[in-house]
């Protein structure tokens, strides 16, 4: 079959696979996109990402809050294809609205990446939603938790719905034997030996909490220690980060602000750190879940938030270990035990690692996808 898909991120087209970058962020001439290179059948798939002029991308992406040039690039093109495949509604607003009143016999689907608009439940970006929403063939979800949501405010698409797991790639996120190197560039720290704790993100993490999680944790080990360092808190995404006011951390303790990275510098870091937390705020939508398998692929042992994103990923204190969200103390009381316990943490980084392998795999999902598209196309 022939496939459009409208993808929120920029794409990068090349000759050849790159070294910096992973597969949703390049397409390689001639080859698969993608999972659809896992695709039993070889789909005829093009794609159309968000580039444009940087205001404008700019201005779509942090007013707007969906992509009109996007769209007016796909509408005229629709005809062509059996199917049309939009990842996440700000890929997907307007082609909906257009086929409300011009509807083809080409078929839409939907990744439902934000549960439509974060999940709101009142207001005029929910009934904007709804009535563009009656003309979606399909629907992905990879939070069953949004199945509910569904059922209360867009009751019409349960039956069109799909969950499917989120699948990390264990091809290029796998354990190197050999991690040690050099953060180089902007991504450079004082002395890349020293132990530290990591978190990894640009947006929507509760950093706050963290934060003074990781202050308490000094404290205590000041009390109970005089003179012990502990393991550096390091924040990668986050550079500008300023902690609460009044906050401080004690002289046991040291935070790193580093920005953006390129990703194999970020697999690095993943790799020598002791381990990972992914503090995260309860949102009714699909979040977090790439950071969190990827570093679970890489055999990284994660504290993170009990969150409904994260309830059909994480078999606590085996894969990972849950901590209440926004609750400082808790979190605080996970990376102690995770501190003094280094064996456990090793174990829970080998499940973790043998577990995305497992379930959580690009492949599987691929599969689950190709045969929902099929019964989408079959009616």
Request: proline content about 4%.
């Amino acid at each position: 079959m022939k496939i459009l898909m409208l993808v929120n991120w920029k794409v990068l087209s090349c000759k050849e696979t790159p070294n910096d970058k992973q597969p949703p962020d390049y397409r390689v001439e001639g080859e698969p996109y993608w999972f659809y290179r896992y695709f039993n059948q070889k789909d005829d798939v093009d794609i159309i990402d968000i580039s444009s002029v940087s205001w404008l991308e700019n201005f779509e992406r942090e007013k707007l809050r969906f992509y009109v040039l996007q769209a007016l690039k796909a509408i005229p093109k629709l005809h062509k294809y059996d199917l049309i495949v939009s990842h996440g509604m700000q890929s997907a607003v307007v082609v909906c609205l257009y086929r409300r009143f011009f509807k083809g016999k080409e078929k839409h689907i939907v990744f439902d990446i934000g549960s439509f608009n974060s999940a709101a439940e009142s207001g005029g970006a929910l009934k904007l939603m709804q009535f563009a929403s009656r003309s979606i063939d399909g629907l992905i979800y990879h939070t069953s938790a949004q199945h509910a949501y569904y059922e209360k405010f867009f009751p019409w698409l349960v039956e069109k719905s799909q969950f499917v797991r989120f699948g990390t790639d264990g091809v290029f996120w796998k354990k190197e034997t050999d991690s040690k190197e050099e953060i180089k560039g902007a991504a450079a720290v004082e002395n890349s030996s020293v132990p530290y704790i990591l978190c990894v993100g640009y947006i929507k993490r509760d950093w706050d909490t963290l934060y003074r999680a990781y202050a308490a944790l000094a404290k205590q080990y000041e009390l109970q220690r005089p003179g012990f360092m502990l393991p550096v808190l390091r924040m990668v995404g986050k550079a500008e980060y300023q902690p609460p006011e009044g906050e401080r951390l004690s002289e046991c303790a040291k935070l790193e602000l580093i920005p953006y990275i390129p990703v194999r510098e970020l697999m690095t870091q993943i790799q020598n750190a002791q381990f990972c937390v992914l503090p995260l705020e309860s949102f009714l939508y699909s979040y977090g879940q790439m950071t969190l398998l990827q570093q679970m692929a890489l055999g990284k042992a994660v504290i993170v938030a009990k969150v409904p994103s994260m309830l059909d990923y994480v078999q606590d204190g085996e894969n990972a270990c849950f901590y209440e969200a926004k609750n400082a103390s808790d979190l605080c009381g996970k990376m102690e035990d995770f501190l003094k316990n280094p064996e456990r943490r090793e174990t829970i980084g080998s499940n973790a690692a043998d577990y995305v392998k497992r379930v959580h795999n690009e492949k599987d999902m691929a599969l689950q996808i190709e045969a929902f598209y099929d019964s989408v196309l079959k009616g």
